[in-house]
């Protein structure tokens, strides 16, 4: 069992930056690949970010590309997304989520543990 906690959102102006961060309590938290998702007001819940339970390797949607950073601290059971440039685009509820079945990670149907959600809402 995972719990997931996420926080860091916020109100920003268009080009700001913001970080945020997912606290994960559980002792096999390094076992999951790790993933933020977004949902948009109207519209489907879509991944954002992926990174692997070594932290070795990362995936992106392709419109964060170069704007947004995942990592995460094993030694702390924490999950992080640092965004910058932000854009209106990316006004979303923010959510992290540990991956625990194998497959195509950008699938929401593959992660069982997911946290509340943070808001980040960007202002142009």
């Known amino acids: 069992q995972v719990q997931l906690v996420e926080s860091g959102g916020g109100l920003v102006q268009a080009g700001d930056s913001l970080r945020l961060s997912c606290a994960a309590s559980?002792?096999?938290?390094?076992?999951?690949?790790m993933g933020w998702f977004r949902q948009a007001p109207g519209k489907e819940r879509e991944f954002v970010a992926t990174?692997?339970?070594?932290?070795?390797?990362?995936y992106y949607l392709d419109s964060v590309k170069g704007r947004f950073t995942i990592s995460r601290d094993n030694a702390k059971n924490t999950v992080y997304l640092q965004m910058n440039s932000l854009n209106s685009g990316d006004t979303a509820v923010y959510y992290c989520?540990?991956?625990?079945?194998?497959?195509?990670?950008?699938?929401?149907?593959?992660?069982?543990?997911w946290g509340q959600g943070t808001q980040v809402t960007v202002s142009s």
């Open positions: 989520a540990a991956q625990t079945r194998r497959g195509n990670y950008w699938y929401a149907s593959l992660y069982d543990y």
């Open positions: 990174i692997s339970s070594s932290g070795g390797n990362t």
């Open positions: 559980g002792r096999t938290f390094n076992n999951y690949p």
